[in-house]
């Protein structure tokens, strides 16, 4: 049985590798400022992974998940996941409240308990933040998303997703009247700054270029 911290080093080498950047490795430094820890003490733990065969990785070199860590991964993302659905559906915390409770939640160990649970949600595909959920085979439905700073002026779109899960984030989303597969229109956009003009339920805000890179859209 893994440590509630390799679980979360897994966790956080999956989102990164897979779901961030696409490139099925990470180097130190990225992983330790995603962590919020030193290098030295993210190199101490992908040690320890390593030993247990759920990385490979070489001193100052990249890190890749192997298949038994990829796995663990997925069934720890699964989890948290579930739980935040559960949380925001059935005892209706915000979906800025969901992730530091889930957290808690995910390290849970009863495969038979998060099986049930996933059919008491009606085997859900996304999580409140749009996140794909990974089945019970750890299969996560592909992805087609692109972000709001990719829409063209005069073009229209929705939102699917959001990549940064931060309660500061999420909140002033809210603050916009943004929610999951809201439709959103793009008038203009700045060349300078990347700042944008959108429309959202007839109503004009202007948000920054880093707002629109983490709003994802279909």
Request: aromatic content about 10%; overall charge negative.
């Amino acid at each position: 049985m893994l440590s509630y911290t390799e679980e979360n080093y897994l966790k956080a080498l999956f989102h990164l590798t897979y779901e961030i950047e696409h490139a099925n490795e990470a180097g130190t430094n990225q992983l330790a400022s995603y962590m919020g820890v030193k290098p030295a003490t993210a190199t101490d733990m992908l040690r320890k992974l390593k030993e247990k065969g759920l990385i490979d990785y070489e001193k100052y070199g990249k890190i890749t998940l192997s298949d038994d860590g990829k796995s663990h991964a997925l069934e720890v993302l699964r989890k948290h996941r579930l739980w935040e659905t559960f949380l925001f559906q059935k005892l209706d915390f915000t979906w800025d409240e969901v992730h530091e409770v889930a957290e808690q939640l995910e390290h849970i160990h009863s495969p038979k308990l998060i099986d049930k649970l996933d059919k008491f949600l009606g085997f859900p595909e996304y999580d409140p933040h749009g996140d794909a959920i990974p089945d019970a085979q750890g299969n996560l439905k592909p992805s087609f998303r692109r972000s709001l700073a990719e829409v063209e002026p005069g073009d229209q779109c929705k939102m699917v997703a959001v990549r940064d899960n931060t309660v500061a984030f999420l909140q002033y989303v809210s603050q916009l009247n943004l929610k999951i597969n809201t439709p959103i229109k793009v008038l203009s956009r700045q060349s300078y700054d990347g700042t944008i003009e959108i429309l959202i339920d007839n109503q004009l805000n202007t948000v920054s270029q880093k707002f629109a890179e983490n709003i994802m859209i279909v």
